[in-house]
C-alpha cells in the first residue's frame, strides 16, 4: 500500500469500518471513516442520548443521523446499483479520559446490488493475500464472496446493517519497542 489513507480505506470493507472509525479520527484522514468530522461539521444534528457504561467506564453518548435522501442526488449511487439509506452514528466517550470506548454505525434503508467480480478480479485478491491462484482456489472465493453476497442481500431486505466497535485496555502513550513490531 502507497501510504496509510490506502490501507485504511482498502481494509474498510472486510473489517466493517473498523479500520477507518478510529484510526480515521486519530490520524485526520480523509475518508467516510471520520465520525467526529461528520458529527463536528454542522450538517448532521448532533443528540445527546442517556449517558451509559461500556464495561467499567462511565460514557457520555452523542450520536448523528446522515439522510442520503435530502442531499442532491436523493442517495443515489453511481451506475443505477443501488441507494445508501439513513447512516447514524453513535459514539461513547469516556467521561474521564475523553477516548472513544465505542462506536456503532447503523445503516437503514439501503438498497444496493453488488456487481459481478471477475476471476481477473478475484486473482488479484488473492495474489495481494498470497495465497494460490489456482482456478479452484479462484472457484472457491467466489463461491464465499457469492455467499457474502446473499447474506448481504438478505440483511438489505431486513432492513437494517449494524457495525459495532467496542475499544477496551486502551493504553494512551505505551512506548514501544522494534520487537512490539516482529511477526
Request: charged share 20%; with cysteine.
Amino acid at each position: 500500500m502507497h501510504d496509510m489513507q490506502f490501507a485504511l480505506g482498502a481494509a474498510g470493507g472486510v473489517s466493517g469500518s473498523a479500520s477507518s472509525m478510529i484510526p480515521g479520527i486519530f490520524f485526520s484522514k480523509n475518508g467516510g471513516g471520520d465520525a467526529l468530522f461528520i458529527a463536528a461539521a454542522g450538517r448532521t444534528q448532533l443528540t445527546k442520548l442517556a449517558d451509559e457504561k461500556i464495561g467499567d467506564i462511565d460514557c457520555y453518548v452523542v450520536s448523528s443521523a446522515i439522510d442520503p435522501a435530502k442531499l442532491p442526488n436523493n442517495g443515489k449511487l453511481p451506475n443505477n446499483i443501488g441507494k445508501i439509506g439513513i447512516t447514524t452514528t453513535t459514539l461513547w466517550i469516556g467521561k474521564r479520559d475523553y477516548l472513544i470506548h465505542q462506536t456503532r454505525t447503523t445503516l437503514e434503508n439501503s438498497s444496493i446490488t453488488l456487481p459481478q467480480i471477475s476471476d481477473a478480479n478475484i486473482k488479484t485478491i488473492l495474489e495481494r493475500q498470497n495465497k494460490p491462484t489456482t482456478p479452484e482456489a479462484i472457484a472457491a472465493l467466489r463461491t464465499e464472496m457469492e455467499a457474502a453476497n446473499k447474506q448481504a442481500q438478505s440483511a438489505l431486505k431486513s432492513g437494517k446493517f449494524v457495525f459495532t466497535q467496542t475499544h477496551e485496555n486502551i493504553s494512551v502513550n505505551q512506548k514501544f519497542s522494534p520487537a512490539d513490531f516482529q511477526q
